[in-house]
Each structure stands twice: as structure tokens, then as C-alpha cells.
């Protein structure tokens, strides 16, 4: 996720169904897996460093502000900021460390995937997806009690019924059969 995004309308829907599933659960930790990618402004195919000065000035977004929702809701929301990049290695370094943090909360938790659009398409993948064995190991590192919330954008040209496909989809490409 890149800070223009934060509080959007999908973090409306996205944070509304969380709060709600923590007071309904009696969770009070929520850990946000955020998929961070620092906004670039590129001029003539440059990057410059105005991003931060100019979008504090417009609006300031800034996906580390979620925390004032946390204090006002009565949750410790924690967010995994590290940035993410889409090699290979990367990859794998970044959810090795997001398993260790996952691990280390020994109380109840929501664990939240909020890529920008969701599980890999069959067409391949982007730094806006997560792999299905990604999030396989992130379940993996879940104990009895934990939730896993993921985010998944309504894909381009969808047909009515989308969401249960997707749901099929992700439970069996991410080998979580017999979850409900």
C-alpha cells in the first residue's frame, strides 16, 4: 500500500469490518500487514524527492495514522511498515520477518493483508499481489483464535457471484482447504 491510498473509501469498508470482527471476538490486536511502497513522483523519468513535502502540504496521508482509529476504538493495532518489493528474495526476506512479528504477539489477534488488489491473478504477479504460498505461510504462523483478514479488490470486468469464486479460489491455491 502507498500512503496516497491511505483513507480512501475502501479503508472505510476494510477498518469498519475489522473493528467490528475485534469487538465481536473479543480481539484487541490488530496487525496490519501493509505491503508499504513509498510514493514516487518521477519527472522525465526521474524520481525527485518531493513526494513527503508536497503531500504533507496537500493532505497529509500517512498509513502509520490508523493508530489514532486503534486509541479511539480501544485496539493495538500495529502495523508492518517495512517496505515491499517485488523480487524474489525480497519477497521471501520480507515475509520471514512478517512471520517472526506475527509469532511474537502471544494474545489473540487479526492479522490484516492489505495488499492493493489482492491474491496473484493467474496473468502473474505485481508488487500489488500477494502469492498464494505467501499467504499460506503467513496462516501457518497464526495460532488457534487468530483471524486472518485479507483484502481482495474486485477485479476488472467481474461477473456477478465474484466473491465466492474468489473465496474458492484463495482457499484452494493457498492450500487452506476445509476453512469455511
Same mark, same amino acid.
Given at each position: 500500500?502507498?500512503?496516497?491510498? #491511505?483513507?480512501? %473509501?475502501?479503508?472505510?469498508?476494510?477498518?469498519?469490518?475489522?473493528?467490528?470482527?475485534?469487538?465481536? %471476538?473479543?480481539i484487541?490486536? *490488530?496487525?496490519?500487514?501493509?505491503y508499504?511502497?513509498?510514493?514516487?513522483?518521477?519527472?522525465?523519468?526521474?524520481?525527485?524527492?518531493l513526494?513527503?513535502?508536497?503531500?504533507?502540504?496537500?493532505?497529509?496521508?500517512?498509513?502509520?495514522?490508523?493508530?489514532?482509529?486503534?486509541?479511539?476504538?480501544?485496539?493495538?493495532?500495529? $502495523?508492518?511498515?517495512?517496505?515491499?518489493?517485488n523480487?524474489?528474495?525480497?519477497?521471501?526476506?520480507? #515475509?520471514d520477518?512478517v512471520?517472526?512479528?506475527?509469532?511474537?504477539?502471544?494474545?489473540?489477534? $487479526? *492479522?490484516?493483508?492489505?495488499?492493493?488488489?489482492?491474491?496473484?491473478?493467474?496473468?502473474?504477479?505485481?508488487?500489488?499481489? $500477494?502469492?498464494?504460498?505467501?499467504?499460506?505461510?503467513?496462516?501457518?504462523?497464526? $495460532?488457534?483464535?487468530?483471524?486472518?483478514?485479507?483484502y481482495?479488490?474486485?477485479?476488472?470486468g467481474?461477473?456477478?457471484?465474484?466473491?465466492?469464486?474468489?473465496?474458492?479460489?484463495f482457499?484452494?491455491?493457498?492450500?487452506?482447504?476445509?476453512?469455511?
Amino acid at each position: 500500500m502507498k500512503d496516497k491510498f #491511505y483513507a480512501d %473509501n475502501r479503508d472505510i469498508v476494510k477498518w469498519g469490518g475489522i473493528v467490528h470482527l475485534c469487538k465481536v %471476538n473479543g480481539i484487541k490486536t *490488530v496487525v496490519q500487514v501493509a505491503y508499504y511502497r513509498e510514493d514516487k513522483i518521477s519527472f522525465d523519468d526521474e524520481d525527485i524527492d518531493l513526494r513527503k513535502v508536497v503531500m504533507e502540504h496537500f493532505e497529509r496521508k500517512d498509513i502509520l495514522d490508523i493508530k489514532r482509529l486503534g486509541t479511539r476504538a480501544k485496539l493495538d493495532i500495529q $502495523v508492518l511498515k517495512k517496505e515491499f518489493k517485488n523480487k524474489k528474495d525480497d519477497r521471501k526476506e520480507y #515475509y520471514d520477518e512478517v512471520c517472526k512479528e506475527i509469532e511474537k504477539i502471544n494474545k489473540k489477534k $487479526v *492479522v490484516f493483508l492489505d495488499p492493493d488488489k489482492g491474491l496473484e491473478p493467474k496473468s502473474g504477479c505485481t508488487d500489488e499481489h $500477494v502469492k498464494p504460498n505467501e499467504v499460506k505461510r503467513i496462516w501457518q504462523s497464526l $495460532v488457534q483464535g487468530d483471524i486472518l483478514v485479507f483484502y481482495q479488490c474486485k477485479p476488472r470486468g467481474s461477473k456477478k457471484g465474484w466473491k465466492e469464486d474468489y473465496r474458492c479460489d484463495f482457499f484452494n491455491r493457498c492450500g487452506l482447504k476445509g476453512i469455511r
